[in-house]
């Protein structure tokens, strides 16, 4: 189900995330999801990204992603956009790859839009 259109279920997955839906958010992330932010810091299982979540949507309620620019490459899906918010750490340029599975996105991972993660990502540098 999940495989089909990974486009879709990435974008899906950014407005359950625009809209603060921890319900949608864990309707489509498989039971082993992983969360990686641009520290590379990783929270693993459905459960405990929830709860991860939970605390960044209380702690950055205006957050949001604007993608631009998405193409899929199988089950992931690389995505060009910008994060907005007021505090100033999460405003600005962000890559994304979403990893999508049978039972759900597996992987939900945030880059900084750096030359290098562009190039390690098969990017174009636009910047």
């Not at 992603?65 to 405003?91: H, T």
Request: charged fraction near 25%; glycine fraction near 8%.
């Amino acid at each position: 189900m999940f495989l089909h259109d990974p486009i879709s279920v990435a974008s899906s997955f950014n407005d359950r995330i625009n809209a603060q839906d921890l319900a949608g958010l864990s309707a489509l992330m498989s039971d082993n999801h992983v969360f990686i932010d641009k520290a590379n810091n990783a929270i693993k299982g459905r459960t405990a990204c929830i709860e991860a979540w939970r605390g960044f949507f209380g702690a950055f309620p205006d957050y949001r992603n604007r993608f631009d620019q998405m193409q899929a490459l199988g089950g992931l899906v690389v995505v060009v956009g910008r994060s907005l918010c007021s505090d100033r750490r999460l405003n600005g340029p962000a890559l994304w790859t979403v990893r999508i599975g049978v039972a759900g996105v597996s992987e939900w991972r945030v880059y900084e839009d750096t030359r290098a993660n562009r190039k390690l990502l098969k990017l174009p540098d636009v910047r």
